[in-house]
Every structure is written in C-alpha cells, then in structure tokens.
C-alpha cells in the first residue's frame, strides 16, 4: 500500500465527527490522487463508516484510541491528559514520519499546543502562525496570524509576511504576491509601535513579495494585498466579523426575496445564477486554516463542517506538502537572513 | 430668530463640502424642526448655496472663516495652525454655548484633538471614545471605540461600556440594553489583559444595562449585544472590516444578476424589493460618528458622503442634544462611581 503522500487524520475531532471525516477523506480521496489515510479514533466507531466506502476503505488504516480531546479543554490541559487521544497520536505520526500533514476539526488550542510540542517550529520561525485563504473582490487572499498570538512583536510580524508572501507564490500560484499590515490608516504615524517597527523592517527585507505598506479593514474583501500580515487578536477579530457581515448579508438577501410576490418570482428566475453564487462564497470551500511555521504540515478543519468542508481542510494540507510550502520557507528565511532562534518556549496565547 | 437647538457646521469639511453641507443642512431641516445652523467657512461659496435655499437661508448664519483643515493634516499641526479654520471655529460654537452640537466631515484626527482641547472631556472619563450605530440581524447596535485610542486599559473599557450602555437606553430607547465585550473567544482565559480585568470590573458594576460577557466577531453582525466595547484599534478595523465585507457581498450580488438573462429579469421583478434593501443597509443612514466622553457634541460625518448622509449625521447629534444623553452620563457616572480625573492629557493616537 505505497502512496504518494500519507495524510492523518483526527477522527474525531468536530461537531459531525467521526462521519463528516470519513465522508470528507471520500470526496477528498476523488480530488487528491495516490493518497493514503490514517484515521485515529475509535475503531468501532470508523470501522462501520469506511464498510460503506470499499474504494476509501482500501487505502484506509485505523489507529484505535480510546480518548479523544473535548472541545472546552484548556490546551494545557489537552497537552498533559491528552497523551493517547485521536488528535495528538494523529500529530506524533507527522513527527515520525508515517504520515506527511495531520487534519484535525477538534479544538483550536489544544491543536497548535499539541503542534508546537510535537512537530516544533521551523528553524528561523519564533511563532507559527493560524494562516486562511478567503475571496476577495480580486480573487483570494492569504491572512495571518487569525488567532494563535495574541500579542505579536516586529519580529512575528515579519515572519508572518515572510510565510505569507511564500504561501501566495507557491500555492496561490502568484509571481510577485504583495504583502500588507493591517492598521487604521495608511498614514506613518498611526497603530501599535510594533506595526510601524514591522513596516520600517519590512521595506528592508527581500521578500519573495512585494511590501505594500498598510492597509485598512475594507482593504481586506477589497483585495488590494493578496497577503494581509496583523497580529491574532485583531486577524481574529477582523475574519470573524467578516463572517458575520456576510452572514447578515446572507438574511438580508432571503428576506428580500421573501418580502413581495415579484421579488419570489425574481427569485425563481435568478435561481441557478444564484445556486453559483453560494457555491463561489461557500465558507466550506474556504474550510482548512493552516499553522504555518511548524516542521510538519497541520491544517485545523472548522468544528462545525460537513464532510464537502472536511474535504476542502484535507486537499488544502495536501497543497501545502505536494508544493514543498515549508522547504521553500526555509530557503526564503535563509535569504531573510533571519537565523534559528533555539528558544521556542514563549506560549501561543490560543 | 430663537431656536431650540442651534448646530453648528463645518462647512468646508468633506470631499464634498461646502455643498453637501448645505444640502445636508436643508433635508435635517426638515427631519429637526425648530433649529438654526452656523455655517463657518468661506462664505463667498456658502452664500450661493443658501440663496438657492430660501427656508434654509431664514434659520441660517455664515460665520466667514478664510482657512479649513486639510484631510492630510496631522492632528497637533491642525491644533497649533488651525485656530481660524472652519473646523476649530464650529467647536468654539459650542463651547462657548452659541450652538449646542458641531457636526463636521473633515479630518477625523484633528477634530477630535480639537473637540478634547477645547471642549473637555466629561468629569469622570478619562478618554473620549469615537461611536457608531449599524445595522445587525436584530436591529441596530453601537460600537466603540471606533479609533480615537489605539490603546485601551481596563479603566476606558469600563467607560466606553458605560457610555454605549445610557446611548443605548437614551437614544435606541433600549431599557436594558446588553453590553459585551469583543475578544477572541467567549472563555475566561482568552484575550488581553485589559479585557479580562474590565471584565471582571464590569461584572460589578452597576451598568444602565446588562453586562453579556465577551463576544466574538461574528456577534458584531449577529446583533448578540446592544453595545459593543473595544479598543479603537479594534473597532476601527472590525468596522471597516465590514463595510469592506458588505461591498464584496453588493459586488456579487451585482455580477449574480448581471450573469444571466434569467437573472436580469429576476432583477427587474425583485428590484423593488431590492430598492428598499439597499435602502435598509444604505451606509448614509449610519453615517455620523459621535465622539462620547467629552463636555459638548461633536459627531463627525463621513468624509465621502453626500448631502442625505450628511443630514442624517446632523440628526444624530441633535439627538444627542435633544435626549440630554451627556447629562445623563454625568448621573450614571457618578453612579458608577467614577472619580473626576483632572489629567485628560493623555494624547489620543488618532
């Protein structure tokens, strides 16, 4: 049962698991050729669901374990009780080599905790990053860090360009990627002195991008930068705002095409113009947030996804090993000029 | 010519000044009867305007003023050379009680450096907050800081919720209006410092609402609270995060109808419905950013806006005038009890 890449996965980590992960490695099996899966969780529980599925059950291994991590569990204490669960045994097979990228839909801090312990940072990284690619009125754009440190310095910033700018090239297939800070203003004067210590550095690097300079939150669905750089707190807030304007978008839409006869029957008629427009702002194909920085590939799929979501996280982990995304950033990081910081102990606030 | 409430207008602020300010003043006219407008700028271009408006022209003084502020100008070049521009000559107005509000849509920076020297801060509140109401799935909300304090420690926090909580009551007419603050995730352990300690604060005090608890971004939009509190950095990027979100959905919505010819007759049934949608979430109607904490009421209209947005800005602070919502600061404040800080000197980073 050789294969081209090895994928593990947590089965059952979100809300629909452990059957929105196997119905996820189905469809994602039909996209990603020559793939194999590990499933951690509880075998009785997979068994069954991969019967249904000869073709996936075929390049399919289970890894029975008997704990899994819950979704209100504190990271430390994930990190210290968690030792046998689905999410971190699914982890400690990228660190041994068995698998390429792990994808878990479990919960967000127990994750990058688990992910830093194991897999450890890239030499030159200080801080992996929560990385996610959404639409934009110019096409897609690349945002971090959305959530994994909540104070960042010059030197995080930096970085989070730098993987950023490499991310953009080699998987958003653009040449020269241009790269911005997010702030409230374009002027020199305003936002956190990190942001302008970070600008400043940024105009001196060689990135593999272009440096913008900053934007503003509307510059974000603008797309005027195809990778916009902020520390977790404000990418947190900023990704999920704009979630909720789009969902109140959303109602607002149903609601109009609800409120005359005429404007149903308009409905109607615009149906199938509109069925390309869900499919095209569908959040599941913007599923999979990556934690770029790490000497291992780990994607965090959305707790609440179903199995077309779960596909998405998985092809979007497999992008980033088929395209060599943390060989080049240590090429790009040598380049820099930056060198291995050996102290990785600050904790990622998540 | 005695009036209930006299405004005075910056009239040179504004991509579109002076004209948006006088048609803006004409349609509040009608909207807040028994008013009179100040128009400071230069009156060679102000006095056509008003002779083509005859009802306006009765309630209406031009105090001619040669200089205005730049919109690229920094904040303290604007308070040391701007003591005869129009902008700084509206605030005068008001602080030496000629007119009770001052609206302008010039550069946001110096007017609130301008209103904090000459009008004051309230007894009581440390920093001025800037304010504004926008559309949610439940109705409307307020938010602040939107970006007069980069910076925010726990004491502004618990001041921004309390001055959001009585507009709340006073001006959306909410008898307990629900107060959250924004973070990253609704548990304890998450987020800055400031916010845990404000929260932690706020759980005793005794708000004119109802203290939620930590919400997240996508609560923004959802409508989960009545007031939302951060820090200006924060705001101002959630906001324009949003604005920035709604024209991407208005974009695709665009390019959905247009992409058929099913869907453009689906347009032209549902376009009346679709008017007054656009009229529900028309940017105009939430224009007027109010600055709160300070002894005076100064609402900054959005520079790009027309005469209709102009209007409503000056509709908000007559609302502010009209509903005594400073004096009823002053009474909650004392509630709360808050001692008068005598340093105010701590500089905004507008």
């Keep these: 049962m050789s294969a081209r890449l090895t994928i593990a996965l947590d089965a059952m980590g ?6 929105m992960v196997v119905g996820g490695a189905d469809k994602a099996r039909e996209r990603c050729p020559d793939v194999r899966f590990l499933f951690f969780g509880d075998e009785q529980r997979i068994a069954p669901l991969l019967d249904q599925r ?6 399919a291994t289970i890894h029975h374990t008997p704990d899994w991590i819950s979704n209100d569990a504190k990271p430390a204490v994930a990190l210290r009780t968690g030792r046998k669960s689905s999410m971190r045994l699914a982890i400690n097979a990228v660190s041994s080599g068995e698998a390429q990228c792990v994808v878990s839909a479990g919960n967000t801090g127990a994750l990058m905790a688990m992910a ?19 639409p934009t009125q110019r096409g897609e754009s690349i945002m971090l860090d959305l959530g994994a440190n909540v104070e960042c310095d010059t030197r995080n910033l930096v970085e989070f360009a730098v993987m950023g700018s490499v991310f953009a090239r080699t998987v958003l297939g653009l040449m020269e990627p241009t790269v911005g800070l997010l702030n409230i203003g374009a002027e020199e004067v305003k936002g956190h002195e990190s942001l302008r210590t970070a600008a400043a550095q940024l105009r001196e690097t060689p990135l593999p991008g272009k440096f913008y300079g900053f934007i503003e939150g509307n510059d974000i669905a603008a797309g005027t930068v195809d990778v916009i750089v902020t520390d977790g707190f404000t990418g947190n ?3 999920k705002t704009a979630e909720g304007t789009a969902k109140l978008y959303a109602e607002f839409l149903r609601r109009t095409f609800e409120s005359s006869l005429l404007a149903k029957i308009g409905y109607i008629l615009a149906r199938s113009a509109f069925k390309k427009l869900k499919q095209r702002a569908d ?3 913007y ?30 982990a ?13 090429a790009e990081l040598a380049h820099v000029g930056n060198t291995p910081v050996p102290d990785s102990s600050k904790a990622a606030a998540v």
Tied chains: 1, 2.
């Design 237 to 239: 807030v900023a990704l």
């Design 283 to 285: 959040p599941r194909r």
């Design 318 to 330: 497999a992008d980033l090993v088929v395209q060599g995304f943390n060989e080049k950033i240590k």
């Design 14 to 19: 979100g809300d629909h698991a452990p059957d």
């Design 116 to 134: 830093k312990i194991v897999l450890k940072t890239l030499p030159g990284i200080d801080r992996p990053a929560i990385a996610s690619v959404f």
């Design 287 to 316: 599923n999979g947030a990556m934690f770029l920085g790490l000497q291992g590939v780990c994607v965090k799929s959305h707790g609440g996804t179903d199995a077309l979501g779960f596909a998405n996280a998985i092809c979007v």
């Design 54 to 59: 000869p073709e996936l059950k075929r390049i």
